[in-house]
C-alpha cells in the first residue's frame, strides 16, 4: 500500500472520528483522534484544552513511531508541523444542519439529555458548540471553518480526497481504498 498515513478532517459533526476509527480497523493500522490530544483529561471531558506544544509532545512520537496510521479531526493552525508525515488528505464535507444533528446526538449521549437541555448544566457549553459549529461555512480564517479548511488544504503537498461524509461510512472507506490503490508506485 502507498499510502499509509491518512489524515481525515472537516468540521465538527463531519464525521471524522467515526470515518477514522472505520478505516483503521480495515487497513489494520493505529487510528488516533486530535481531540485526544487536544483536550486535557477530565470529568465532564471537553473541559480544557492543552496549548498545542503539549498536544504535539503527546502526537509526535506515536506519529513518528509507526508508518501506518490514520488521524481524525482538525490540525489546522497548531499542527502544522505534523503535516510532512502525510500520504493522504481526506475532507469531509456535511451540510451544516446535518452537522448540529449529529453534534446534538453525540453531545446528548456523552452528557445526557438533561445535562444539555436549557438549564442543564452542560447547556451554556452545549449552546456555544452548536453557534460554533453553525458558523463553520461562514466563518473567515482566524479559526476553524470551510474557507480556513480550503485554504489549509491548498497547501498540502499530500494528495487531497474529498468526500460526502453523508454517504455511508462502508462507502467513503471504500473510496478511501480506491483512492490509494490507483495511487502509482514509484
Not at 73 to 102: C, K, Y
Not at 158 to 177: E, F, H, K, S, T
Request: net charge positive; charged share 25%.
Amino acid at each position: 500500500m502507498v499510502n499509509k498515513r491518512i489524515h481525515i478532517t472537516g468540521a465538527s459533526g463531519a464525521g471524522t472520528t467515526t470515518l477514522g476509527s472505520a478505516l483503521a480497523a480495515r487497513l489494520s493500522v493505529a487510528h488516533f483522534d486530535s481531540d485526544d490530544f487536544y483536550w486535557k483529561p477530565s470529568d465532564p471531558p471537553f473541559q480544557e484544552s492543552r496549548c498545542a506544544a503539549d498536544r504535539l509532545e503527546l502526537m509526535r512520537p506515536l506519529l513518528e513511531g509507526t508508518d501506518s496510521w490514520v488521524l481524525s479531526g482538525a490540525l489546522e493552525g497548531w499542527g502544522d508541523s505534523l503535516v510532512p508525515f502525510f500520504d493522504l488528505a481526506v475532507f469531509l464535507t456535511v451540510p451544516t444542519e446535518i452537522r448540529l444533528l449529529r453534534l446534538r446526538a453525540r453531545e446528548t449521549k456523552r452528557f445526557g439529555e438533561r445535562a444539555i437541555s436549557q438549564g442543564g448544566p452542560m447547556f451554556p457549553r452545549y449552546r456555544d458548540l452548536l453557534g460554533w459549529a453553525r458558523s463553520y461555512d461562514t466563518a473567515g480564517v482566524d479559526r476553524r471553518s470551510r474557507k480556513l479548511h480550503q485554504v489549509w488544504l491548498a497547501g498540502l503537498s499530500c494528495d487531497v480526497l474529498r468526500l460526502n461524509g453523508v454517504a455511508p461510512v462502508d462507502r467513503q472507506v471504500r473510496q478511501i481504498l480506491r483512492a490509494i490503490s490507483a495511487k502509482p508506485r514509484g
